[in-house]
């Protein structure tokens, strides 16, 4: 069975200060990953894709980044925080059929608080 | 009912009733996918239903979708407390394959 891992659990961060949130799939080779940012009572906002090792697209800007180094894991990061920031980070897994619309395996989330 | 552009819908009901969320979507979709989220939790697959089926269900759950109106819809009949959560709708993306999400409808369910 396919797992998916997120880390950490929640963060409490300065405004400047630099994030690393991480995810890990087991199960489950060449997956399509995403990563989600939700806003308290809001909706799932996609910011990045990928569907190989190396290769990650941004759905929108947001002074994030995301990197994929290994096929099974990927990061979230940023140099310098923003209040903007806060929120719940959700990554997600999916099969990677090709199809228009796969389903999406999400992780437990991070809980980032920015200070 | 909810999409993207909407604020997020709220429901409160007493545990044993039925309840009937609506979703409607803008453009053109293959699917329409129904999420469940818990609170503090990731989002979790209910129902996948296809534009060549008008109805799906699954356990207390059954989903509808109308292509000519673009609009889809959860029902949940003898609703349980622990169905308290977030209920979205998600239709094709535009790229990526990823789905996209509409603003969620947030049921109540008191015992």
């Known amino acids: 069975a396919q797992t998916i891992h997120q880390w950490p659990v929640a963060e409490i961060k300065a405004v400047g200060s630099p994030l690393s949130l991480g995810c890990t799939i087991k199960?489950?080779?060449?997956?399509?990953l995403y990563w989600y940012w939700q806003a308290t009572g809001g909706t799932l906002q996609q910011l990045f894709y990928s569907i190989t090792v190396g290769q990650v697209e941004s759905v929108v800007q947001l002074n994030l980044s995301a990197s994929r180094p290994k096929d099974d894991q990927f990061i979230l990061s940023t140099e310098k925080l923003l209040l903007s920031h806060s929120g719940f980070y959700l990554c997600?897994?999916?099969?990677?059929?090709?199809?228009?619309?796969?389903?999406?395996?999400f992780g437990s989330g991070t809980r980032l608080t920015v200070l | 009912s909810q999409w993207g552009e909407e604020n997020l819908q709220a429901l409160s009901i007493q545990e044993g009733e039925d309840v009937t969320m609506n979703c409607s979507y803008k453009t053109y979709t293959t699917v329409v996918q129904w999420y469940r989220q818990k609170s503090g939790k990731g989002p979790a697959q209910l129902i996948l239903?296809?534009?060549?089926?008008r109805e799906k269900r699954s356990g207390r759950l059954r989903a509808t979708l109308d292509t000519s109106s673009q609009s889809s819809s959860l029902s949940i009949t003898g609703t349980l407390a622990t169905d308290t959560a977030v209920y979205f709708c998600?239709?094709?993306?535009?790229?990526?394959?990823?789905?996209?999400f509409g603003a969620g409808t947030k049921l109540s369910v008191k015992p």
């Open positions: 199960g489950k080779s060449s997956p399509n």
């Open positions: 239903i296809r534009s060549n089926e």
């Open positions: 997600a897994w999916s099969p990677g059929l090709g199809t228009s619309a796969e389903t999406l395996y």
């Open positions: 998600a239709t094709d993306a535009h790229n990526n394959n990823a789905p996209r």
